[in-house]
């Protein structure tokens, strides 16, 4: 068959573990990773198939069929074929090395190795070769390719701790359970394998590979239809005047020719003469267009990959253009959608302040007492002392040391409460250190940083939390675990000390705990409330500290009635909550913690620019609402200055519809009428640059949505309610999302805005929403490939976005449009020439330039100079690019090069084509040359009107560009040579001696080119083609100068007086304080560690995590034999498992 059948939807999945016979029989997919486009096999027809989707190309093709027939071809059939031939090739041989890159990098995921159950012993396997159903052994830190089932773990109670920094960059552990079947099976960590390959979940939301395209070449496609439309309108119009001059000129013609042949048919010689001047005129869109615009986008590439300045040292990672054919459209971006987590972050929580008894502790100050920032001079504190102390942390105030010295039980309190309030698990390395697993990297900055200054965790039981008080070990009787949950925002413990107390001790956000303080801290939450708000000004995650002392009877009530709650069958989870909020009242303020949630260096910079360019910046994110508000937050996205920001957090379609439509009454205004869904979006309007700035700067909401909400705003009747209202907010921050959803989010301004998107992330979550925008990039940091692997472009650092798009995409899309312009109105002087002149050759067809000078104009005369202004012209250098962030908006709104710059253009070329034909003309009619022979041959005429061209277009070219450098001059003025040289040679004796048919043209170069009116001619036929530009110009920059024009006369003032140069200065928000709990938690820990599930038993050695095992392979593999008949066979002949 030619075609399979598509896939049926898998509602289950039948496997017998370690049998590979049985599962063959489904034929599931292999484990093999595929992110190319081609194979040996695939490459031609589907590469072929891309490139003729090109209107020019299959317009090439057409034309090369034209040439095949003699009757209507006055040009010889390789003027075509060599020049299409040559950019299919080149534009295949890109892609092809293009994709050959893909395959490299599925080659390196492909061939990682595994070791996998196989005949009974471990084997080492490719994971590329692994199949549904095969048994495989994990060891620590180990590279994981396909969604495996849990059977196993060498953790107590089958538990196993995971980092999926590769899915979607976070760093911190999710805790998975085995199968009670098989949990006992063995120490090591063993697994199924349950989906390979493209079934996979990674697999399944990546989405698939797309055949991207500028907006550009859409728009030559356009003008391509355009202009084949028009050389059918100059056809018809020399088609009819053929047959009229047949009809009334053509029969005495003949007989002065004595032609022997009967009356010609007048019509029909008009029909044949239609497709010879299609043919004649055809070169106004040269195949070598495209020649040279695949070499200037391949150039542009390697100026990508050749700057230093996005090179990152510390993983010594350069930018990397994973395609040659985008460069253009990162000058005209709209939207970037970015991911939060590895992308704006780097998911690195450090302790950086707090707040203890009204006092802030962790600013530094000077001699005179006054708060200065840190610098490398400031000594920070020494907690060499400490032999527990984590050795990166630093802390630059040392009044906390000194206070805890003194004994302050305020501030031994606060410690005390870091070390015991949290889900942390604790163990030992194998050279003997405290090593931390965290489920949340807030909670392990807290514990870390209570650690440094003598508040060691040591270890728990599901009863105990040990901890090292200032040297002293000291072991809590944990007696009851209020866990998390996003709608509490607070967590707490309560523990019985040494001394018999009861305690409760509590951390959370500071807007609910404070609600639950007892009156007498009345004073110090006003003192503690100014800190949090000096705390999240700066940038930092906040969290208050409480704790209250418990009577003992008091507390065995309340126990009891939790007891009784957790064994209710009805409003179970309702009782309990109640039972929480009871307890966790009248507590005692402590202060508040301050925790910098650390952005990639220059984010801040980097989002403040893009805003300054007019691009709006989305965060798609899978963290909770409060972690992608904190970060909109610190990277100056959201901003107090805001009017409002609307957060869409609705549970149903009507309560998601009902919130958009009371935001958009709020934003919009009452009187504005809406349509439920049905809006009919109005065409951006071109507003000035200075406009658009500033109406970008003074954007005043923000709109923050859900997952869940989201799920129901992508409906049909809801969707444009939501892009109306998210298009018209500086800032949108999408959290809770799934892969597929922001792919969905993409395409939907992608689809209803018309406009450029780039999505830029790190995971393989980000797959989907990078393969789905116009670009994608992907951040080649400590994440893992699969971002990397799927994008357009890669670097190492969201802050290189800043230099590709203002710099490398500006410059490119400036360049392309400039070439194009050039390039159309060159061509457009060089074919309407023909047009003219069949008025005057009886509509004959009969070509005004000799045959060489036809085939050679676009492939020599003018190939290179417009290569060099394309590839290396610049209207401002990349610092001003960099600094006035405003140059990037000619580009988003199509400025340089649309509909009108071509007909300009097409005008342009036009004018010329006018002046080249009918100056010579007038100036040779009834004219005789300095020897009195006559000038007005054919010959003369056509040797003028060349030269005449190559000088205008040479001009032109001069006059368009604007970065001058050798390369520029060489391929100018050396084209120009080059010209001479040709025409010289092919007018040559010698020439015509060895190809008489082919060089008819003896001696007329050196014959015309020597009479001073001949160059008179050229020179006036220079002076009226280029005259009407300079002046327009001039007028132009003169009266209405650009932002650009204005920075180029300042480079100029710059290169002669070599001022300092001042860089724009850095804004800094002011923030009110806002809710900072944001911690990654996933409800359930405090039920888990209180089980203790996730707890070894204490007669066991310790252990390193998965790095030590109970047992060695040998008796895994024993373990796993004794099993086979008790859960192993249960995947028996007649009996099979369904995941």
Same mark, same amino acid.
């Given at each position: 068959m030619f075609c399979s059948e598509k896939k049926l939807l898998e509602v289950e999945r039948k496997v017998k573990a370690n049998d590979r016979e049985y599962n063959e029989k489904f034929q599931y997919a292999d484990n093999r990773i595929h992110t190319s486009k081609y194979n040996i096999l695939t490459f031609l027809p589907i590469n072929l198939f891309e490139q003729f989707q090109r209107v020019a190309n299959a317009y090439f093709l057409f034309l090369l069929i034209l040439q095949l027939i003699p009757e209507i071809s006055s040009l010889t059939w390789f003027t075509t074929i060599v020049p299409l031939v040559l950019v299919i090739t080149m534009t295949a041989v890109k892609d092809a090395t293009d994709d050959c890159f893909r395959h490299k990098s599925d080659n390196q995921v492909n061939n990682r190795q595994s070791e996998v159950l196989i005949d009974g012993k471990l084997q080492n396997e490719k994971w590329m070769n692994v199949k549904v159903g095969d048994i495989i052994k994990l060891e620590n830190n180990q590279f994981v390719a396909a969604d495996l089932l849990l059977l196993s773990s060498s953790e107590p109670h089958g538990l196993c701790y995971i980092e999926t920094a590769e899915l979607d960059g976070e760093t911190n552990l999710k805790v998975r359970h085995a199968l009670a079947v098989t949990s006992e099976l063995g120490a090591d960590i063993s697994r199924l394998a349950k989906f390979d390959g493209p079934d996979t979940k990674l697999m399944q939301n990546s989405g698939k590979t797309k055949f991207k395209r500028t907006s550009i070449d859409r728009l030559m496609n356009t003008l391509v239809l355009w202009i084949f439309g028009f050389l059918v309108c100059l056809g018809i119009i020399l088609a009819i005047g053929n047959s009229i001059w047949e009809k009334q000129v053509g029969d005495q013609f003949r007989s002065f020719l004595f032609w022997k042949e009967g009356e010609k048919n007048s019509v029909f010689s008009g029909f044949l003469t239609f497709w010879s001047y299609i043919i004649i005129l055809n070169t106004v869109v040269p195949i070598s267009l495209y020649v040279s615009v695949e070499v200037i986008r391949l150039g542009h590439s390697y100026f990508i990959n050749w700057d230093r300045k996005m090179y990152y040292s510390g993983k010594a990672t350069p930018a990397e253009a994973r395609t040659t054919t985008l460069n253009e459209e990162l000058g005209q971006i709209e939207y970037v959608f970015s991911d939060k987590t590895g992308t704006l972050t780097q998911n690195i929580m450090t302790f950086k302040k707090c707040s203890i008894n009204g006092r802030i502790y962790g600013e530094v100050q000077d001699d005179l007492g006054q708060k200065t920032d840190i610098t490398k001079k400031k000594e920070p504190v020494d907690f060499s002392v400490n032999s527990q102390a984590e050795r990166t942390f630093q802390f630059f105030d040392h009044n906390l040391m000194e206070a805890i010295k003194l004994g302050d039980p305020k501030v031994h309190e606060f410690l005390r409460l870091l070390a015991l309030c949290h889900t942390v698990m604790s163990e030992e390395n194998s050279a003997g250190q405290l090593i931390y697993q965290v489920q949340s990297p807030d909670e392990g900055a807290l514990v870390t940083a209570a650690r440094n200054f003598g508040f060691t965790f040591k270890s728990r039981t599901p009863e105990t939390i040990t901890i090292e008080e200032l040297g002293t070990l000291v072991t809590y009787q944990l007696l009851a675990f209020l866990d998390f949950n996003n709608i509490r925002k607070r967590m707490s413990v309560i523990v019985r000390n040494p001394k018999g107390q009861i305690k409760l001790y509590s951390k959370g956000a500071d807007t609910i705990l404070f609600e639950k303080l007892h009156p007498s801290n009345e004073d110090l939450l006003t003192l503690t409330s100014d800190h949090l708000s000096e705390f999240a000004g700066e940038g930092l995650r906040t969290l208050a500290i409480a704790y209250r002392d418990l009577d003992d009877k008091y507390f065995k009530e309340w126990h009891k009635m939790l007891e009784d709650a957790n064994t209710a069958t009805d409003e179970r989870d309702e009782r309990i909550a109640g039972l929480y909020e009871e307890i966790e009242r009248d507590?005692?303020?402590?202060?508040?913690?301050?925790?910098?949630?650390?952005?990639?260096?220059?984010?801040?910079?980097?989002?403040?620019?893009?805003?300054?360019?007019?691009?709006?910046?989305?965060?798609?994110?899978?963290?909770?609402?409060?972690?992608?508000?904190?970060?909109?937050?610190?990277?100056?996205?959201?901003?107090?200055?805001?009017?409002?920001?609307?957060?869409?957090?609705?549970?149903?379609?009507?309560?998601?519809?009902?919130?958009?439509?009371?935001?958009?009454?709020? $934003?919009?205004?009452?009187?504005? +009428?809406?349509?439920?869904?049905?809006?009919?979006?109005? /065409?951006?309007?071109? @507003? %000035? *640059? !200075?406009?658009?700035?500033?109406?970008?700067?003074?954007?005043?909401?923000? $709109?923050?949505?859900?997952?869940? +909400?989201?799920?129901?705003?992508?409906?049909?009747?809801? /969707?444009?309610?939501? @892009? %109306? *209202? !998210?298009?018209?907010?500086?800032?949108?921050?999408?959290?809770?999302?799934?892969?597929?959803?922001?792919?969905?989010?993409?395409?939907?301004?992608?689809?209803?805005?018309?406009?450029?998107?780039?999505?830029?992330?790190?995971?393989a979550n980000d797959v989907s929403m990078i393969k789905s925008a116009h670009i994608g990039v992907g951040i080649s940091g400590q994440e893992g490939l699969q971002a990397v692997l799927a994008s357009d472009y890669s670097f190492a650092q969201f802050r290189y976005l800043q230099r590709l798009l203002l710099v490398h995409g500006r410059w490119s899309y400036f360049r392309m449009c400039k070439f194009l312009c050039y390039f159309f109105y060159k061509n457009f002087a060089f074919t309407l020439v023909h047009f003219w002149f069949g008025f005057f050759c009886g509509f004959s067809a009969q070509t005004v330039y000799d045959q060489w000078f036809i085939t050679l104009f676009n492939i020599v005369y003018t190939s290179l100079p417009v290569l060099a202004m394309g590839i290396f012209d610049q209207d401002v250098n990349d610092q001003n690019s960099m600094d006035y962030p405003q140059l990037y908006q000619p580009g988003q709104l199509n400025l340089l090069f649309n509909k009108r710059k071509f007909l300009i253009c097409m005008a342009h070329g036009i004018y010329t084509s006018l002046a080249l034909f009918f100056i010579p003309y007038g100036a040779f009619y009834n004219a005789a040359g300095e020897d009195g022979q006559h000038l007005a041959d054919y010959q003369s005429f056509a040797v003028t009107m060349a030269t005449s061209l190559v000088i205008v277009v040479s001009v032109q070219i001069a006059l368009d560009t604007s970065y001058w450098t050798v390369v520029n001059h060489v391929f100018i003025w050396g084209s120009i040579a080059t010209y001479f040289s040709i025409l010289f040679t092919m007018h040559s004796n010698g020439i015509f001696a060895i190809f008489p048919n082919q060089f008819p043209f003896v001696g007329n170069a050196r014959h015309s080119l020597t009479q001073k009116c001949i160059w008179l001619v050229i020179l006036l036929t220079t002076v009226a083609s280029v005259m009407p530009v300079v002046a327009f110009r001039f007028l132009k920059v003169d009266l209405f100068p650009t932002l650009s024009d204005q920075l180029r006369q300042r480079q100029k003032a710059q290169k002669k007086a070599r001022p300092l140069h001042s860089r724009r200065p850095q804004t800094r928000r002011s923030s009110s304080r806002r809710s900072g709990y944001a911690f990654a938690h996933q409800e359930g820990y405090g039920e888990l560690i209180t089980s203790g599930k996730n707890m070894r038993a204490k007669n066991l050695p310790p252990t390193s995590g998965l790095e030590k095992t109970l047992y060695n392979s040998t008796s895994w593999l024993e373990n796993l034999c004794k099993k086979t008949t008790d859960t192993v066979s249960s995947f028996s002949q007649d009996k099979t498992v369904k995941l």
């Open positions: 507590l005692m303020l402590l202060g508040a913690t301050a925790v910098e949630d650390k952005l990639q260096e220059g984010v801040i910079e980097t989002v403040t620019s893009l805003s300054l360019a007019n691009i709006k910046i989305w965060v798609l994110t899978g963290d909770k609402q409060e972690t992608a508000i904190n970060i909109g937050y610190a990277c100056n996205m959201l901003t107090d200055d805001m009017n409002d920001v609307f957060i869409i957090a609705g549970n149903t379609a009507a309560e998601v519809r009902e919130e958009l439509r009371k935001a958009k009454e709020n $934003l919009f205004g009452q009187n504005r +009428s809406f349509s439920n869904g049905h809006v009919v979006f109005e /065409k951006k309007q071109q @507003l %000035e *640059l !200075a406009s658009v700035v500033e109406e970008t700067i003074t954007g005043d909401y923000a $709109l923050v949505i859900n997952g869940h +909400s989201l799920a129901h705003a992508l409906e049909s009747d809801v /969707k444009n309610d939501l @892009l %109306e *209202l !998210a298009c018209m907010c500086k800032t949108v921050v999408c959290c809770r999302v799934t892969p597929l959803q922001k792919a969905q989010v993409v395409e939907l301004v992608k689809k209803y805005r018309n406009a450029v998107t780039l999505a830029i992330g790190d995971g």
